[in-house]
């Protein structure tokens, strides 16, 4: 039975991801291959549907979805599951939830809380990746329709999508110049490109989508139109809480094993973690753990309120995303030569920890962002 009480129904779903732990870490997390299995499983502890029940205020499921997204890294091996997850979330589930007409709501919103289907979103192209006031794509208004054309490139989740949230010009102003439209992946005149080889994040697709006098409705306009950059503005902060508390709880996975081995592995006759050098390098990697954490909570506390967290989310994409990186680097050479060996997989958590300082606005853009908050001319 459902409790209307917040707390507790986010303990009953925090245990049931605790419990879902060997299910989700079954197979190999270098796979190319989408693990459906895994979704589907996340899917039906409730992990999606808690980011929409109404029984909790806006702000509750916030910090809800945050402990759920930590506790997902933490027990989830695979970091592009995780990172599709938090996409799927943010990029279409969010953007419904606030934004969405009644109708759009009915006809999509219960499926994409069950995982039944699939979202994404389009905003970066080809000759536009972090500028998105420089994108192409257009959709124009005809009668009870809209047709859009355009190319967008690193679309997370695009190979497998069945519904995707694409960013279009409807006008040619700057402020008000981008609308958002939520667009089925069966549509006429949508193409998607093959799935892209990273580095990382592997098992989360990636492709580019051309829409090629793609025509949809009109009620698939997502809030107004002109209201493209409101829209993307609320999304990527939730992206961004979202999908780098995720890497909070993988980075508290990481530490723990790499105390276990400090603690195990002896050498000179000794455990190494009573080497200095080693056991400071596993106190900075707890310290940026907790800062991590400390600071999107802090930021979810100020976006409760309505504050503006323009200059602090900023601070956690580049913080987190980089003290991430800094902590699987570490882990690898805490472990040595064991860490260097694929079996191990600590060099794949150093390559999927590499696209943080990369995606959801690049940490350059970020830094640039913090410089003007704080008054810095150009």
Known sequence: MLTTNPSARFEELISALRKLDPSINEGTPSERVFPRTKWQAISETGFFHAAVDEAFTLNDRLKGMLSLCETLG?????????????THLASTISALEQFGSDDLKDRYLSYLAAGRLIGAHAISEPGAGSDAVSMQATAAKHGDEYVL?????????????????????????????????????????????????????????????????????????????????????????????????????????????????ANTREQFGTSIGAFQSVANKIVEMKMRFEMSRNWILHVAEKVSQNKDVTTDVAIAKVYVSESALSTAIDAVHVFGGYGFLAENGLGAEVCNALAGPIYSGTNDIQRSRIAAMMGIRA
């Open 149 to 261: 054309n355009g190319h967008k490139a690193f679309v997370t989740n695009g190979p497998i999508a069945d519904v995707i949230v694409v960013y279009a010009k409807t006008s040619d102003s700057k402020a008000g110049g981008i609308s958002a439209f939520l667009v089925p992946t069966t549509t006429k005149g949508v193409k998607i490109g093959p799935t892209m080889k990273k580095v990382g994040l592997i098992s989360s697709p990636l492709s580019e989508l051309t829409l090629d006098d793609c025509r949809i409705p009109a009620a698939n306009l997502i809030g107004r139109e002109g209201a493209g950059f409101l829209i993307l503005s609320y999304v990527m902060k939730r992206e961004i809480l979202y999908s780098f508390m995720m890497n909070v709880g993988e980075m508290k996975r990481r530490i723990d094993r790499c105390v276990r081995y």
């Open 74 to 86: 933490e027990v989830s091996q695979d970091a592009g599951l995780n990172f599709s997850v938090a």
